[in-house]
């Protein structure tokens, strides 16, 4: 029978080593892919959390996006209120005062709200006659 110490389980002080779920470990490379789209929308315009997902070869996958901008590094240049729900609308609570300042950052660029809603056809990125459709599964 092996003894603790030696068993790969166990580190050299007798605890037992965890690993991560796979699933868990390639969450900050998803993450990092998101981030690096996302820093792509250009100012003044805006994308959905389910079109960033499909550019991002995650389809089907926009509450992913949605969890990525909510663990941006404290101080991060990544434009996060770019992204809104597929209605046009920000998808933040206005408790914590967050969609308030995302409202006030995207009509600082430009961005006209109408009855709270933004036109994706004019503001949305990346505009379909530029770029690929991406199919959806």
Known sequence: ???RSRSKNYGSAGKLRTRP????????QKYQLIWRVV????????STYGRIADLCGLFGHARLVGYALHNLPRGSDIPWHRVINAQGKISLSDLDGLAERQRRLLRKEGIIFIKDVISLSKYGWPCDHLSPRIPRR
Not at 39 to 46: A, L, W
């Open 39 to 46: 820093r792509e929308i250009p100012e003044g315009m805006v």
């Open 21 to 28: 779920h796979r699933e868990l470990q390639a969450i900050p």
């Open 1 to 3: 029978m092996h003894s």
